[in-house]
């Protein structure tokens, strides 16, 4: 459903996340209407993948997670548990998704072209060669740009439509500061900057990083949708720049996150557990 960052992505303002997530007065979506709504989107696969970003963080650290041995993995399992992650959206989307936009999301996911995106999208979430991903998604848009194609710029409206509020930069950045922290904190890094020196050094690097994500997401989208037409692609905008939808992507987004942020605070925290692996 949507093209989540991974791998190297991290985390939101906590601020705006208690923006999205102020309990409804209208009537909210029932466990099993999101259950389904889960699964016909897409979300549920989405949700799953996050795991695989796990990968990214002993690298974010200057440690190489195969030191760890057979220990990183298991950590990683537990920690990113598909089920409690799976738990934790539903919970959310029970007090937060409206009868109204759950419908307006199912009725165009459930439809032919819909169903075929998400097969396409839940592929792309689950591919774990994500170099190879980007790097073929480059030469796609390489080419189409080569050709004068307009396909980039519904690419470019797409990406925008899926992060309309704008906070996908931040939220990464925040990320990161928490999982270096808490990181930090457990003694598993000698951290010598403080909160506010971290966020003011991502701050200086946030042109290049907001730039470095709008070419990643121009890649994974011409990857993802590669098989699909013109103007299949142009109906998929029309339909991601509905209010609905652009309300049904923002709590999604918000909660993909917060998923995140908590994840790898504790994946930190228990990296002191951890002990390197000896040779036998």
Same mark, same amino acid.
């Given at each position: ?13 906590a601020p ?10 209208? /009537? ?20 799953? /993948? ?47 998704? /409206? ?23 839940n592929a ?16 796609? !848009?390489?080419?189409? !740009? ?15 439509? !899926? ?71 142009? /109906? ?5 720049e509905q ?15 917060? !998923? ?21």
């Amino acid at each position: 459903m949507i093209q989540f960052v991974r791998r190297s992505a991290f985390w939101f303002l906590a601020p705006l996340f208690a923006l999205v997530l102020i309990p409804l007065e209208l /009537s909210a979506a029932s466990r099993d209407r999101i259950e389904a709504f889960l699964t016909t989107t897409g979300f549920d696969v989405a949700l799953e /993948s996050i795991a695989l970003s796990s990968r990214s963080a002993p690298q974010m650290l200057g440690i190489d997670p195969d030191g760890f041995g057979s220990d990183w993995t298991r950590l990683a399992d537990e920690v990113f548990d598909v089920g409690a992650m799976h738990e934790t959206a539903v919970s959310i989307l029970e007090q937060t998704l /409206s009868d109204e936009a759950l419908t307006h999301a199912v009725d165009f996911y459930a439809s032919d072209l819909g169903q075929r995106l998400v097969e396409a999208e839940n592929a792309s979430h689950m591919l774990e060669d994500d170099e190879a991903k980007q790097l073929e998604g480059q030469k796609i !848009i390489a080419d189409l !740009i080569k050709d004068g194609s307009q396909r980039v710029e519904s690419f470019k409206r797409m990406n925008k439509a !899926i992060d309309s509020t704008g906070t996908a930069v931040r939220a990464l950045q925040e990320i990161q500061v928490r999982f270096l922290l808490a990181a930090s904190a457990s003694g598993v890094i000698d951290l010598q900057l403080d909160a506010d020196e971290l966020r003011a050094l991502m701050k200086r690097n946030e042109a290049g990083m907001r730039q470095s994500l709008q070419l990643s997401s121009l890649a994974g989208a011409a990857y993802t949708y590669q098989d699909f037409s013109d103007a299949d692609v142009d /109906s998929y905008v029309e339909a991601l720049e509905q209010p609905l939808m652009q309300e049904v992507y923002e709590l999604l987004n918000a909660i993909q996150y917060e !998923i995140m942020a908590m994840r790898f605070e504790v994946l930190a925290a228990r990296m002191a557990e951890l002990h390197p692996a000896q040779d036998i």
